[in-house]
């Protein structure tokens, strides 16, 4: 698709077919023609077509972009890339500064950022100090302290079972970009006193000669000295200072900007940095000049700018709206009551109050983020925005899963070396055979695996297990990808459809397995349907009684079957918005999209 192309989509429900059947059918040489005239696509044996990976939006949940009235935004590592490794390295030298200076060993300085060490989503355990790593059900994964990866033995001793119940006042999640020079800090910290023979280790904490420190007092000066280096200190004036080491910019950002409002849809920018920080890292970054030469004001690229957002606060009480002096910076007083004018910068609010101001309903508004927590989890759960999940990692994910092909070949094939050594064996077998050699293997390449993503692998899975990263990704984003760019590869009427979720009785049992029942075998306990009667097959009316006081008689006395689907769930309609069933369908892009 041509990106610089600005031709509107008129009629979404006709132009947005031609142009999926000129990306599935046509792309791929055959086009059926029915007898009435209409056209459709060969059978579903036919290969779909799909993006190029480093262009897709992945889907979770069906989500129609016609649908979608209201675009939200997130700036940081959302609009603003930070390039990396350069820009962690940068936080994690402020925040050794700043441990030093509130009195840690001046050896700290002595640490290098490493971006193979740290990886999203990992637990912080404020009892024993280490870095887990975990499923969506609290089974660890990987457990480290320090720089040390603990053993089997190691973890049953700490964690019975090698699980553990989540625990806010015990665990943090590490789950923000921001969070990776704090969680390789917690590893440098805690190897530099658990490896020096001057400090005597425990399992709660470090004797520090007459001082003890739990890992939890650790935990608490880190959190805190992260928390004044993004207030208080240089980070932000340093990347002020230097926006093009450290921010990635794209010309293709006021271009997405301008067609969304050219097709009706209103652009919301909601952060949490101050109004300062933000005006500059958005002129930096819509500072190109617009077809005619001329050159805009950040702010008109926006129906709405909210600064100081409190995110998640704002998604529930929220704070005082008030509007932001753009001449001086200072907020004027009192309460903003409306309306909401584009140019102008807006400090704190609430969800609840900008929606209402704006007209947003809810499921109208796509939130963009990279924030799984303060950003989709919250909008999702308390206001039910639909929400775009921002994951920059995806890319190193989707270049290890293409160039690691070979790698996931062979577990399959060991897979189905394992399944040919039980295939003739029931419960009369006697005799164990002997798999771990085929153990081993498997192990080395999941070992081979994880270290092509990182030291502690994969942000969304450690062997065949998923992370719980990877399951709040599902649960809480609609949809996701490696940036909010690639909605310019799709139309503004695209339905994004989620695949089928299947449970392992559907993703294991072919579709041509003919199941039958041998002589003798008992029947199963619960059957629903014997047969498959036509829709058109009117059931028997049934001989009308009336009741023992006199009354008419029931008027129902069985149900029937319905004719028509009476929900379509996928398409992501409302009651009161649905089509009628000879309209257009809209185009659908199967799967991943």
Known sequence: MDLVSDTPCEEPGHNCIMMSLSETAVQNGQLHTHSNGTSSCEPPSRRVYKREPKNRIFVNRSLHLQKIRFYGFDMDYTLAVYKSPAYEAMGFNCLKERLVFIGYPAALREFEYDASFPVRGLWFDNLYGNLLKVDAYGNILICVHGFRFLKHHELEELYPNKFVHFDESRFYVLNTLFNLP??????????????????????????????????KSIFQDVRAAVDWVHLNGDLKSETLRNLEKYVHRDEKLPMLLNRLRSRGAKTVLITNSDYEYTHKMMTYLLDFPAEDGSKKDWSTYWDCVVVDARKPLFFAEGTILRRVDRKTGTLQIGHHKGPLKSGEVYSGGSCDVISKLLGARG?????????????????????GWRTFL??????????????????????????????????????????????????RSLRDISYKLDMSYGMLGSLFRSGSRQTFFAAQVTRYADIYSTSFLNLLHYP??????????????EATVDHSTQLTTSRGSPSPPVVRLHSEPSLKDELPSPKRRKCSDGSDHVPHVRPNKPKQATHQHEEDLDSDDSQESNNPAEPVEPSAC
Do not use: N
Not at 413 to 439: C, M, N, R, V, W
């Open 182 to 215: 704090e969680t390789y800090m917690l590893a440098c910290i805690i190897d530099f006193f658990t490896a020096k023979q001057e400090f005597k280790t425990h399992r709660e904490g470090i004797d520090c000669g007459d001082i003890f420190m739990s890992y």
């Open 363 to 383: 499921k109208d508004v796509l939130y963009v983020g990279d924030h799984i927590y303060g950003d989709i989890l919250k909008s999702k759960k308390i206001r």
């Open 390 to 439: 921002i994951i920059p990692e995806l890319m190193q994910e989707l270049r290890v899963w293409t160039e690691k092909h070979e790698l996931f070949s062979q577990v399959t094939q060991l897979e189905a070396s394992l399944s040919d050594i039980f295939k003739f064996l029931d419960s009369s077998t006697t005799e164990i055979p002997d798999i771990t050699g085929i153990q």
């Open 492 to 505: 503004f009427c695209y339905m994004f459809k989620a695949p089928a979720m299947l449970m392992p009785h």
